[in-house]
């Protein structure tokens, strides 16, 4: 069974980073598209929603942590070895 409990954490690793990650930049996108002002092609303009648009760019932030985050995670032998600081306490 220890083999199929790793096989699952991998997909559930994978799925989270491979498909989450884009699915919250997209939904970060559509909230800070949505949170802009537009003009229709009535020519009626839509006010602005600020609440959107930072929600748009907290979830941006939010995937640019995990990206740096695992960019970090992946080099911190090197980073440990060259700079002697170590950057994650338990790893």
């Excluded at 790793?6 to 559509?30: D, E, M, Q, S, T």
């Excluded at 979830?59 to 994650?88: E, M, P, Q």
Aim: proline letters at 4%; charged letters at 10%; glycine letters at 12%.
């Amino acid at each position: 069974m220890d083999i199929v409990e790793a096989i699952a954490k991998v997909l559930a690793v994978g799925l989270l980073l491979g498909a989450g990650l884009p699915a919250l930049f997209a939904v970060g996108l559509r909230w800070y598209a949505d949170g802009s002002g537009t003009v229709h092609d009535d020519g009626t303009v839509s006010a602005p929603n600020p609440i959107l648009k930072y929600l748009g760019i907290v979830l941006f932030a939010i995937v640019a942590l995990v990206i740096v985050t695992g960019i970090l995670w992946i080099t911190r032998g090197t980073i440990n070895y060259y700079f002697h600081v170590k950057i994650f306490p338990f790893g």
